[in-house]
């Protein structure tokens, strides 16, 4: 397999991320499937948030409830004397025409918010959701200095950007995105901008980041330095090993460092005011299992789960927030589908997973903490999709051996 060309940023790319169909998968906790509902083209499954002792599932069901009709609304007079046909919630919880009480906006952190799957997040929290998202990553937004950056960046549907070191170690990492979600938060600033909801604190932090290299092959690495007349002084063991060594030293930078880096983060700014901070990793399905043929790439992200299994039940103890980390096969990206075949024999297509099914299961847990997972649980996405774009996603709770 030849080396593919170095990733310089955070951002999910997945650029050969075309892994094995016969990467053996693990065995995942069964769920109710006679019961199972649809609802988007995504299937997705209750995480028991509470039962920290088992990990099972209860199929939870995202069919929109009927709206009843005005006639059967029960209206009740207020006792503050609200007038004739005001209606109210009364301690029997009697359904009334008052809107629900407003909620405060989210503060969401996105790792990575200029790959594929970041852009997917940014757009579905902060353009449809309406939410706070604050971005990191290496790309510069306005790299021509024509525009002014607030406006560049709340063009992408961002509050914030956080623009971070390219090379730098992972205390540089961790070390600039604490002092950008510092800045964001801060009074001065929250008052400036008019975001009361600044002061609470980040109520999730999404690592989107990550990238993917395979192996280098020795065979053809060999004939190439060789047939190179301009490299005949060159050591071609000492060379190989040097660039298998970056290869894996890379995978570590884009895939292990930024997970870290967010779970330090988490540490301080994921608030513990009830309302539950949620930390998602995006790991692989393909890491549970021996990944031959891409060697740093396997060893980076086996390396993330076991930081993310690891340190949820500490973040849990400690501020009351829910760690999990999100498995799928191969993202359904245009770089992806450029590789495979244009006609459809090939049968990776059924193994993408879409973006904003993940977008769509991480923002259910942020609405609703009651449904995630235990912290530190790994949950695998079965994808079932197929060429043409349409099918889903099943999210599965990896069993813990």
Not at 99 to 109: D, G, T, Y
Not at 178 to 194: C, E, F, M, T
Not at 293 to 309: D, E, I, R, T
């Amino acid at each position: 397999m030849m080396m593919a060309s170095p990733i310089n940023y955070l951002s999910i790319k997945f650029k050969s991320s075309l892994l094995p169909s016969s990467v053996s998968s693990v065995a995942v906790r069964s769920v109710v499937r006679s019961s199972s509902s649809i609802v988007g083209g995504t299937t997705f499954s209750n995480h028991n948030r509470y039962n920290q002792h088992s990990p099972s599932y209860q199929i939870r069901h995202f069919a929109r409830p009927r709206r009843p009709s005005p006639r059967k609304l029960k209206r009740t007079t207020s006792k503050g004397g609200g007038g004739e046909g005001h209606t109210n919630n009364n301690n029997n919880g009697i359904l009334t025409n008052n809107p629900p009480p407003k909620q405060p906006q989210k503060n969401i952190l996105i790792i990575g918010s200029q790959g594929q799957l970041g852009k997917t997040l940014v757009s579905h929290f902060g353009n449809q959701m309406n939410w706070n998202v604050i971005g990191a990553d290496v790309v510069d937004l306005n790299p021509e200095n024509n525009e002014d950056d607030d406006i560049v960046v709340q063009s992408k549907g961002m509050k914030e950007y956080i623009s971070l070191p390219q090379d730098g170690s992972v205390a540089d990492l961790s070390v600039a995105l604490y002092r950008g979600v510092s800045n964001y938060l801060s009074p001065n600033k929250s008052a400036n901008n008019n975001n009361k909801s600044a002061a609470r604190g980040l109520d999730a932090i999404i690592c989107a980041s990550g990238g993917w290299m395979g192996d280098i092959d020795k065979f053809n690495f060999q004939h190439a330095i060789q047939d190179n007349e301009l490299l005949e002084d060159i050591d071609v063991e000492e060379e190989y090993i040097r660039e298998s060594t970056l290869v894996c030293e890379h995978m570590m930078k884009v895939n292990y460092y930024p997970v870290v880096a967010g779970g330090m983060i988490g540490q301080h700014f994921l608030h513990n005011d009830g309302n539950n901070g949620l930390f998602v990793i995006i790991g692989a399905s393909a890491a549970l299992s021996p990944t031959p043929g891409m060697l740093g790439y396997g060893a980076a992200k086996s390396a993330s789960h076991h930081f993310l299994q690891s340190y949820g039940p500490s973040l849990t103890e400690e501020n009351g927030s829910t760690s999990v980390g999100i498995l799928p096969l191969m993202l359904d990206t245009p770089a992806n589908r450029a590789m495979m075949d244009g006609n459809g024999n090939d049968d990776r297509y059924s193994k993408m997973v879409k973006p904003i099914h993940i977008a769509n299961e991480i923002g259910e847990w942020i609405k609703h903490p009651h449904l995630r997972p235990h912290s530190g649980s790994l949950v695998k996405v079965i994808a079932k999709s197929r060429m043409d774009g349409s099918g889903g996603a099943a999210f599965h709770l990896v069993d813990e051996i």
